[in-house]
């Protein structure tokens, strides 16, 4: 039956070839599911590592006063300058590194009286860092509240003032994303005008 041999044979090729590709289809679905699973596992472990990013702590830890005079004549005036120390705290797993400068601003009754810059810093993953800037502080009669001022230096002899900072900068993690954060300095103290020292250093 040389008629019956071909539509025979035509079908089993056919099937065959069906098999083959069913085959294909599956080990190429099998892949493509593994893909995704994967795909799946390590957005679920970047999404929360991402989203547990902490900013960063910034606190003054020590405050020491170099050149301190201070007087009354023709007005009151003072003059110093302050070496403060921060301490930089990264709580993230990927490291921490702040913008190229950072102003500190030194706060008297209201008005800056004193800026200090703090240079780029970069903090370790889970570590601390300290960092030092210097202020020159220079608060006199015109442009501060005089009647405050003169009542600090000739009664109080302590001068309250406030350290304000934003430090913005990034965190790396994973070598793949920077996240931005701000961490914000805020402290008080009272410069001792008898001791030539602080006390009294909080921050919030
Ligand atoms: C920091 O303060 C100085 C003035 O002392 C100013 O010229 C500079 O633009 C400030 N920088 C930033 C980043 O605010
Ligand atoms: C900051 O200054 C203090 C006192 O001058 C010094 O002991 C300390 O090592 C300095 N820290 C840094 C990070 O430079
Ligand atoms: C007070 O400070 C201002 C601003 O820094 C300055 O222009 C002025 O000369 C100062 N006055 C005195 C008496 O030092
Ligand atoms: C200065 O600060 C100290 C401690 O925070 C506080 O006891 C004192 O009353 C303050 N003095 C003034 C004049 O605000
Ligand atoms: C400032 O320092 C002097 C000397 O150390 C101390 O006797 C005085 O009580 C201090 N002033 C304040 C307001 O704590």
């Known amino acids: ?17 069906r098999k083959a590709s069913e085959k294909c289809i ?30 960063p702590t910034v606190k003054l830890t020590s405050v020491t006063v170099k050149n301190l ?5 023709p007005t009151p005036f003072m003059d110093a300058t302050l070496i403060a120390e921060i301490t930089m705290e990264n709580p993230n797993f990927g490291e921490f590194k702040y913008e190229e400068v950072t102003n500190t601003t030194l706060i008297y009754y209201g008005v800056a009286v004193g800026i200090g810059e703090v240079k780029t810093v970069s903090v370790n993953a889970k570590s601390n860092k300290n960092a030092n800037f210097t202020v020159k502080v220079k608060p006199n009669s015109s442009f501060v509240d005089v009647d405050y001022f003169s009542h600090d230096l000739a009664m109080l002899k302590t001068m309250n003032m406030s350290c304000i900072a934003e430090f913005k900068g990034r965190v790396r993690l994973l ?20 001791s030539h020292g602080v006390q009294n250093l909080a921050c919030q």
């Open 69 to 73: 005079h201070y007087g009354f004549s």
């Open 26 to 55: 599956n080990t190429f679905c099998i892949y493509l599911f593994a893909i995704a699973a994967v795909a799946c596992i390590a957005a679920l472990i970047l999404g929360l590592v991402v989203v547990r990013v902490k900013t």
């Open 1 to 17: 039956m040389a008629a019956g041999e071909p539509p025979n044979d035509r079908p089993a090729t056919l099937r065959s070839r």
């Open 175 to 194: 070598k793949l994303f920077k996240e931005k954060k701000v961490s914000m300095l805020k402290c008080t103290m009272s410069l001792n005008l008898s």
